[in-house]
Structures are given as structure tokens and as C-alpha cells.
């Protein structure tokens, strides 16, 4: 009797699983060796009805001994056929998988590449057509000042002309924020150091900045993310680490651009700050882009470090003359 429950439990398992197979044959395309891996559950099913019989039935309904011998050939013949063909599905989905990578990697690349052209067009069009109109109204202010004019209009004059100076100040630190000069015409090593240096909070937060880097320049999205990565990391620690000390190295070996980071902040927790974002999880997707890794290291009270590396390609690095 137990058997018989036994057998009638294979049985009904083994057309579950039939029926599941059949039913994802669609979503593995056909595949050769699914559906040889699906007839082989039904035979194994069919098999397993067979047995049922053989214990239940009589004599007469008893199924000749070559039955389940060719039934049993011909379920390790599509399993063994179809482990060898089965490769072919991991394949595909290591395809399908490449090329989602690809997909992202070409995504993330245009959106931080159009980023990139709006910064520069907005800056070129605060630089080129904002900046004009006010050093020509600063002008116009300087040209009425004159002896024979009250002191109460002098002052409002003069109160009107340090304001459009502070305004043309502003405007350049925008579009330099914007679309960092220096970065563009110097290179990397330059333009974190100016970034660095026109720090308004500098004061309170020391920075120490050291880099082999020279003359060497890079392929242009090389260094804007890089500069865009820096400039993320030291806003986060000036906001939120309350430490006193930055220590950064940038360093040129090889054809490796590697970036040494740390404060001595209150530190946090790495993932949960990647979940809620403070711009770390767009500083690893900026550096995925450049096929770089990145490492955060965090924990309460200890500050945070950050170690990337980029693999540059040769067309990738080159020096300024």
C-alpha cells in the first residue's frame, strides 16, 4: 500500500514537472536541449505509470520487461544529449546579460556626455552673454561718477557698482562650476587644485592635495569625471563628515589613474548611504562608466576612504607639450 501511494506521488510530480517544462519552452526559444530535457520528464512520468501498474495490475496488464529498458535508453539519452546542448542556454543568457551591460554602460555615457554639453553651453552663455551686460552697465555706473556730483547720488553709485562686482564674481564662479576653465585648459591635476583652492568653506576643513601629475592630460571624459568625482567627494565631507581633515592623492602610473581619498569624519554606514544616495551611488556609476572601480570604506567615528582606480587605454592618455 505504501508503495502504491508512493508511486501515485512520483507520478503526479513527475507531470508537474512535465507541464512546467512544456510551458517554458516558448521562453527559452526552443532551445534543443530544453525540450529534450522536457521529453525526458515525460517519459520519466510515463515510466513511473508503468511501475504503478506493475505493482497494482494483474498478470495480464503486466508490461513486458523491454518497456521500461527502452524507456529508460531513451531518458538517459535526452538527458545525456541535452547536458551537452544545455550550454547553449547559458550562453544565451550570458549574450543577453552582455549586452544589458552594454545597453547601461551606453546609456550612462550619453546622459553624463549631454550633462557635460548643457554645463558647457549654459557656462558659454553666462560667460558670453550675462558677462558683457553687466561689465558694460559697470562701465556706464564708472562714467558717471564725477566731481561735481552729490555725495548721497556718489554713494548710491558706488553701492550700485560693488554690487555689479559681486554679481560678475558670482556669475564666473557659476560658469567655472559649471564648466571648470582651468580643467579644460590645463588639465586635471590644475583643475582640482583650483577647485580646491576657491573653496569658500576651506577655512574650517584642511585639504592636503598631492599628485605626481605634471603636464599629462587625458581623454576629455576621463578628466571631467574624474573632477566631477573629486569635487562630489569633498562637497560630501565639508557637508556632512564635520572632520577637520581631507587627505587626497592623485597619482599618474602606467597607464593607471588611481585616486587615494579620506577624512577624519564621524564616518556612516557605505550601503545604506549608496541606498539613500549623498552622491556615492553616482560617484560608482560615474567611474563604472570609465570601467574603473571604485571602493568606499566607512564605519561610525572613523571617518571614510575611498580608493578608484581607472585602466586607461593608451589612445586614453597623453601629454601636454
Known amino acids: 500500500m505504501v508503495l502504491q501511494i508512493l508511486l501515485i506521488i512520483s507520478i503526479i510530480l513527475q507531470l508537474l514537472a512535465a507541464v512546467i517544462a512544456i510551458r517554458l519552452t516558448r521562453v527559452t526559444k526552443y532551445n534543443f536541449s530544453w525540450i529534450l530535457f522536457t521529453v525526458a520528464l515525460t517519459v520519466m512520468a510515463i515510466m513511473r505509470f508503468g511501475e504503478y501498474i506493475q505493482v497494482v495490475g494483474d498478470k495480464e496488464l503486466r508490461l513486458p520487461p523491454d518497456f521500461f529498458v527502452w524507456l529508460g535508453v531513451t531518458t538517459s539519452l535526452c538527458f545525456a544529449v541535452g547536458v551537452f546542448y544545455v550550454q547553449k542556454i547559458f550562453k544565451y543568457i550570458g549574450r543577453s546579460e552582455a549586452q544589458r551591460r552594454l545597453t547601461e554602460k551606453r546609456l550612462l555615457n550619453t546622459v553624463l556626455r549631454t550633462e557635460e554639453k548643457e554645463r558647457m553651453r549654459f557656462s558659454k552663455e553666462l560667460h558670453d552673454g550675462l558677462g558683457p551686460l553687466l561689465s558694460s552697465?559697470?562701465?556706464?555706473?564708472?562714467?558717471?561718477?564725477?566731481?561735481?556730483?552729490?555725495?548721497?547720488?556718489?554713494?548710491?553709485?558706488?553701492?550700485?557698482t560693488y554690487v555689479i562686482e559681486e554679481a560678475i564674481r558670482s556669475l564666473r564662479e557659476i560658469s567655472n562650476n559649471l564648466s571648470p576653465h582651468i580643467l579644460n585648459d590645463f588639465g586635471l591635476a590644475r583643475g582640482v587644485n583650483n577647485f580646491i583652492t576657491k573653496l569658500p568653506s576651506k577655512g574650517r576643513i584642511k585639504i592636503n592635495f598631492t599628485t605626481n601629475l605634471k603636464?599629462?592630460?587625458?581623454?576629455?571624459?576621463?578628466e571631467v569625471i574624474l573632477y566631477r568625482v573629486i569635487c562630489e567627494l569633498i562637497n560630501n565631507s565639508i557637508k556632512h563628515s564635520e572632520g577637520t581633515r581631507i587627505d587626497l592623492t592623485l597619482t599618474y602610473?602606467?597607464?593607471?589613474?588611481?585616486?587615494?581619498y579620506s577624512d577624519n569624519g564621524k564616518g556612516f554606514n557605505p550601503s545604506a548611504m549608496l541606498d539613500v544616495g549623498m552622491g556615492l551611488s553616482n560617484i560608482a556609476s560615474r567611474i563604472s562608466s570609465l570601467k574603473g572601480s571604485c571602493e568606499i570604506t566607512s564605519s561610525k567615528g572613523n571617518g571614510m576612504r575611498a580608493r578608484i582606480s581607472v585602466n586607461l587605454k593608451p589612445e586614453d592618455g597623453k601629454r601636454k607639450l
Open 137 to 160: 552697465a559697470k562701465m556706464s555706473l564708472s562714467a558717471l561718477k564725477r566731481d561735481d556730483i552729490l555725495p548721497a547720488n556718489r554713494e548710491i553709485i558706488d553701492n550700485t
Open 253 to 260: 602610473e602606467g597607464n593607471t589613474l588611481g585616486l587615494d
Open 215 to 222: 603636464t599629462e592630460r587625458f581623454d576629455t571624459d576621463v
